[in-house]
């Protein structure tokens, strides 16, 4: 398997503009997750699905962000409209068995800079 | 509510010696812990686990780390640090009722040549 794979890398904008974010989770894993990290908050969990449904979404931080998975295979991220503030490494990660162990898998993290 | 507290922003350790990285937790019953890992450019990788049984757990890249329940704290540690041993160190708990773990805000460890 080819692990989480998350797209873009590198993300450069302009504020206000829409930025779509792209997950895919590793294939057999339920679970998925989007976290943000910045220098200043650390690792913050934005939002959680289990079996494509959101279960968690206490995370996100406004109206501005909405997550999405269609199926099994395919998640998003979108901020609409972005702002400077947004700036930060967002990652995905996948799990399998929530009620277990549940180790997280992530992806290489897509870096968003709104100028 | 669970919390993860990681006291040292920063450990410098000389290659060659003992290291440790600490982690203190907070969580409601009983605690699932985890060490994750992070090198420059990548995402988090996980190091190893505590679920159940020896309070001693040993991961990968021969890092182990110490359950001790009263203390509520649950440290990383090698005995030889490397160079390529430094990164970016998260220590995560999760209750048996969440199935969403915190995080740590990271310690970055520097093994100096």
């Known amino acids: 398997d080819a692990g989480v794979i998350q797209s873009p890398r590198h993300e450069v904008t302009e504020m206000g503009q829409e930025v779509t974010l792209r997950c895919k989770p590793i294939?057999?894993?339920?679970?998925l997750f989007w976290y943000r990290q910045t220098m200043m908050r650390g690792l913050e969990l934005l939002i959680y699905?289990?079996?494509?449904?959101?279960?968690?979404d206490s995370g996100m931080p406004e109206d501005r962000f909405s997550a999405k998975m269609p199926n099994a295979s395919f998640s998003t991220l979108k901020i609409q409209p972005s702002e400077p503030r947004d700036s930060a490494v967002y990652f995905c990660a996948s799990s399998f068995d929530p009620a277990g162990a549940n180790v997280l898998t992530f992806g290489a993290g897509s870096r968003l800079t709104v100028l | 509510a669970q919390s993860v507290a990681q006291p040292e922003d920063q450990v410098n350790v000389a290659e060659g010696n003992p290291l440790t990285v600490k982690c203190t937790y907070s969580?409601?019953?009983?605690?699932?812990l985890f060490w994750y890992v992070q090198y420059p450019n990548r995402g988090l990788q996980f190091l190893l686990k505590y679920i159940t049984g020896d309070n001693l757990v040993k991961g990968s890249y021969g890092f182990e780390a110490e359950f001790n329940k009263s203390q509520t704290s649950f440290h990383l540690k090698k005995p030889s640090a490397l160079v390529s041993d430094s990164a970016l160190y998260f220590c995560a708990v999760r209750s048996g009722g969440s199935y969403i773990p915190t995080f740590g805000r990271g310690t970055s460890l520097i093994v100096h040549p």
């Open positions: 969580v409601s019953g009983n605690p699932y």
């Open positions: 699905f289990n079996n494509n449904v959101p279960i968690d």
């Open positions: 294939s057999g894993h339920n679970s």
